[in-house]
């Protein structure tokens, strides 16, 4: 048996929706799959086998979200059987008591690195806004201020001549600024909602917006495309490789707004520096520019290489990934 076929096997045993912990022991008590040992996640394996089967949009399986706040699996066919009802009358005791196994998850923080290794492919400079490091303020309802990560491009015009051109003529032409909202997983429409719309607040300030998580639900793509169109927020998914992560709908281009630039770098020193460091590289003489790009990205995101730094990374941080490096 391969993992997938363990999987659904135990789902038929198993008649209701089932964690993909329960799953795990399940797997493990019938010894459906006796090749655990070589994984050294094995918890986090059925984990991204399960997300395949969602994110593939396979039809046998279907998921819930539970009473216990966790992600239960089960078998399309059997979802009459099952009934609705049913689900929901699931008290926390009933779904966790065959539970045994203990397992360490990730942080949403922990895919900052995953998005920082993205964006330094597509030759963006990005940096964590930490918001415990902001200031305090007195007004409670600015919640939605601070964006998770910022990033900068920069044109990539390959003559000083043309470089020199473009700043006299324009010198906001000379790069972009986006802003990152991060989520680790979006399956629900208020989760879809919220993040998105937290995203809008957030990035008002820049030319582009993003809303990222690791895993989106499939049935909310008519939901996505229609909030991307009526408000210009583009939509990342990040990959367990980061190399492999994809912009599912593009941001429309906005106008920076300096005084909410101003306010983020009163409120935040990340920020501030984020800016001069932006306008430094903006403004260097030929002769320092590359020391002035050296010095920025010392300052900004850490980011990984190759793909094996990408599953060592995830396998620290319990981020579910499978044969990343294959």
């Known amino acids: 048996m391969t993992i997938k076929e363990a999987i659904l096997r135990s789902l038929e045993d198993l008649q209701q929706p089932a ?11 019938r010894n459906y799959y006796p090749h655990f040992e070589s994984k050294e996640t094995p918890t986090n394996t059925v984990s991204a086998q399960l997300g395949d089967f969602i994110r593939k949009s396979d039809t046998r399986v279907k998921r819930i979200k539970l009473p216990t706040g ?10 009459q059987n099952i009934g609705i009802d049913k689900i929901n009358a699931l008290t926390a005791k009933e779904i966790g008591k065959t539970t045994r196994v203990t397992v360490k998850t990730y942080d949403e923080r922990d895919l900052h690195m995953l998005l920082s290794s993205y964006l330094k492919v597509i030759d963006t400079f990005s940096k964590t806004i930490p918001h415990t490091q902001s200031f305090k303020t007195i007004d409670k309802h600015q919640i939605w201020t601070h964006p998770d990560m910022v990033g900068v491009r920069f044109s990539s015009l390959k003559t000083e001549e043309s470089q020199n051109f473009q700043k006299a003529i324009n010198r906001l032409d000379t790069f972009k600024i986006s802003s990152y909202e991060i989520k680790r997983e979006i399956n629900f429409d208020s989760d879809l909602k919220e993040g998105f719309f937290q995203a809008v607040s957030n990035s008002s300030w ?7 998580a690791f895993e989106f639900a499939d049935n909310l793509e008519d939901e996505m495309e229609r909030l991307n169109q009526a408000f210009g927020i583009g939509i990342i998914e990040l990959g367990a490789n980061p190399f492999q992560s994809k912009i599912r709908y593009t941001p429309k281009l906005r106008e920076l707004d300096f005084k909410t630039i101003d306010k983020l770098c009163n409120n935040n020193d990340h920020f ?4 001069d460091q932006t306008e430094k590289i ?9 020391a002035t790009k050296k010095e920025f990205g010392d300052f900004c995101d850490k980011y990984l290489s190759t793909d094996s730094e990408a599953e060592k990374y995830c396998r620290d941080k319990n981020i579910p990934s499978e044969n990343i490096s294959e």
């Open 206 to 212: 820049a030319n582009y917006g993003y809303l990222v």
């Open 272 to 275: 501030k520096r984020f800016i």
């Open 19 to 29: 964690t993909y912990l329960e799953i795990y022991k399940h797997i493990m008590d």
């Open 70 to 79: 966790t992600l239960g699996y089960y078998l399309t066919k059997l979802e």
């Open 282 to 290: 903006l403004t260097a003489e030929k002769r320092y520019l590359g």
